[in-house]
């Protein structure tokens, strides 16, 4: 039976700034427009985090029973690693879920009932990335998932909620965050490689390379920087956000330097962090404007 402190790990804790970084990026889109709500904002948070929980857990048994972390290279996983029953995991995930649809049909009842409309799209999401018979995880399709749910409908939602309608600094805030956390996902599949190529996970990149990977990986640590030199046409302060750029540079540096495996361990957490470092302080920046 898996202790509490595996139960964490399983969760993947290095994944919690792509949940986190979201709301504060789209409560300071929501600040700039006069409109920042914070219990709204706290709700919000509390749907982000347990939908990432939920993916997670889905994603370890998922892959569990199926075979493909029978040999694995990073950290921990409950299932494949026969520490927790594949039952179990599969129900922590359907919990997690379930948090996250009460927390987002609260916000739709006090903002609007259309909200609703979210909490199965997300939560077939959050399950087939991994489950079903023909995940999207598998096909290559992650990032594209990643980028829409925790940059696009997070950000986007998170001001929407708050300020009641959403505005280009929204986007723009939403489109950087969103590769911030394709960033995160293309380092930890780029350690997978070998492992995935095995298995038959056709993830984005398996399907590109090696190469091409890496350099995705750099393409999408640059872009948020841009956005902060866009949002400049906001306030001045956006470019308090540059200061995430010396954590970029860092979760850049295995990528780059051609690392592989565990060596790739810390690209994952350093492009969480960036990403955590650039929405909180843009968020700040814009509040103050």
């Known amino acids: 039976m898996a202790s509490a402190a595996q139960w964490i790990e399983g969760a993947r804790p290095r994944t919690l700034p792509n949940a986190i970084a979201p709301v504060f990026a789209g409560t300071g889109a929501a600040a700039a427009l006069g409109g920042a709500v914070w219990w709204k904002a706290a709700l919000a948070l509390v749907v ?3 939908v990432i929980v939920g993916v997670n857990y889905a994603n370890d048994y998922s892959d569990g029973i199926r075979g493909t972390d029978d040999v694995r290279v990073g950290p921990l996983r409950l299932v494949g690693s026969k520490v927790a029953s594949p039952a ?10 379930l948090v996250a649809a ?3 049909l609260t916000l739709a009842a006090t903002t609007a009932w259309w909200l609703a409309l979210l909490a199965p799209i997300c939560g077939a999401g959050a399950w087939f990335y991994t489950g079903g018979k023909k995940p999207y995880g598998y096909l290559g399709f992650g990032e594209v998932a990643v980028f829409v749910f925790f940059g696009l409908i997070a950000v986007l939602g998170t001001q929407f909620v708050q300020a009641e309608r959403i ?9 950087a965050v969103g590769c911030f956390s394709c960033a995160v996902l293309v380092a930890n599949n780029l350690r997978d490689i070998p492992t995935d ?3 038959g996970k056709l993830t984005l990149a398996v399907r590109i390379g090696d ?15 841009l956005a ?6 906001s306030t001045p302060w956006a470019l308090v956000g540059l200061l995430a750029a010396p954590l970029a540079v860092r979760a850049n540096a295995p990528v780059r330097g051609g690392k592989g495996g565990l ?5 994952l957490r350093d492009s969480g962090l960036a990403m955590l470092v650039w929405a909180a302080t843009t968020a700040l920046a814009l509040g103050l404007s």
């Open 167 to 175: 505005d280009w600094v929204g986007v723009v805030c939403a489109v």
């Open 197 to 199: 190529t095995e298995a």
């Open 263 to 267: 060596d790739l361990i810390p690209a």
């Open 102 to 104: 009460v927390a987002g």
């Open 48 to 50: 982000s985090l347990a």
């Open 228 to 233: 902060s030199l866009a949002l400049v046409a």
């Open 211 to 225: 190469a091409r990977t890496r350099t995705l990986h750099l393409a999408l640590l640059v872009i948020p920087f």
């Open 88 to 97: 179990a995991v599969r129900n922590a995930a359907l919990i997690a879920i």
